[in-house]
């Protein structure tokens, strides 16, 4: 520098942090957190029936091989979303077909279960103290039993793209995703108070787990898990025991790839 100028201050580098932070992205995070944390302040007895629902969509966007699929994604949210519509429509406003014996039983049998010893029974009555002994801890919101059915079925949607890799049909899942997720039975009566949408579930993950492991070598992994599911069936309905011992004896027997 020159003699007699004089010497001008550098300005300041930008702070780092707020240079670099993505305020778009930040934003949309936010904007989220407080749509979803809408419905728990409109309704805060029903706390856990709201989590369960936000539950079900983390499900079904777990697995990679979903996520790396827009269509497929957004097939299986919009499945989700009719199904979550139907509960909180049974839930609210008015029953749907099919929701005012069975499921109203149910309900009405844990309810009056929440104050008692449970001892556990095979059939109907396991699933009665079942979902008693979820009410206990969460509160006998009516909005949580629809919930875990949706949430079930969001398990039996996952495992159904699974099997439909399995026999190499996996670029007609969207389709048939839909096709599965939206029959106008399928909607009521795996949005209810029912068992069937864990039976269900059980169902499709038993056949899953099945089917790889006589594909190819056999595995102790998923023999194992292809057990859980069975009893797990039986557990809910009795004449379901029958099938689960079908379904093993079809795993024993069946040759497999691996000799």
């Known amino acids: 520098m020159p003699r007699g100028e004089l010497s001008v201050p550098e300005a300041p580098p930008a702070v780092g942090w707020l240079a670099e932070t993505d305020w778009w992205g930040t934003g949309q995070g936010v904007l989220l957190a407080v749509l979803l944390l809408i419905p728990l302040a409109l309704s805060p007895q029903d706390w856990a029936g709201w989590c369960l629902l ?45 929701g005012g014996v069975d499921a109203a039983l149910f309900a009405s049998r844990a309810e009056a279960l929440v104050d008692r010893d449970l001892v556990f029974r095979l059939g109907s009555s396991f699933y009665s103290y079942l ?4 009410y206990k801890p969460l509160g006998a919101s009516p909005l ?33 995703s839909l096709l599965f997720g939206l029959l106008p039975a399928t909607i009521i009566f795996t949005s209810l108070t029912l068992r069937e949408p864990l039976e269900l579930a059980l169902l499709i993950t038993a056949v899953f787990y099945s089917m790889r492991a006589l594909r190819g070598p056999r595995r ?3 023999a194992g898990l292809v057990l859980v599911m069975a009893i797990g069936m039986g557990l809910l309905h009795m004449v379901l025991l029958l099938y689960a011992g079908l379904l093993a004896l079809l795993f024993v027997l069946w040759p497999t790839g691996g000799g």
């Open 220 to 222: 102790l992994r998923s």
């Open 131 to 134: 979902l008693a002994a979820l």
């Open 54 to 98: 936000y539950a079900s969509f983390a499900v079904v966007l777990g697995p990679r091989e979903i996520r790396v699929r827009p269509v497929l994604a957004w097939s299986l949210c919009l499945v989700l979303a009719v199904h979550h519509l139907a509960a909180l429509v049974d839930t609210w406003l008015f029953t749907l077909p099919g």
């Open 144 to 176: 949580i039993g629809r919930e875990i059915s949706v949430l079930a079925f969001a398990v039996a949607l996952v495992y159904f793209v699974r099997l439909l890799q399995l026999l190499e049909l996996q670029r007609f899942a969207p389709q048939l």
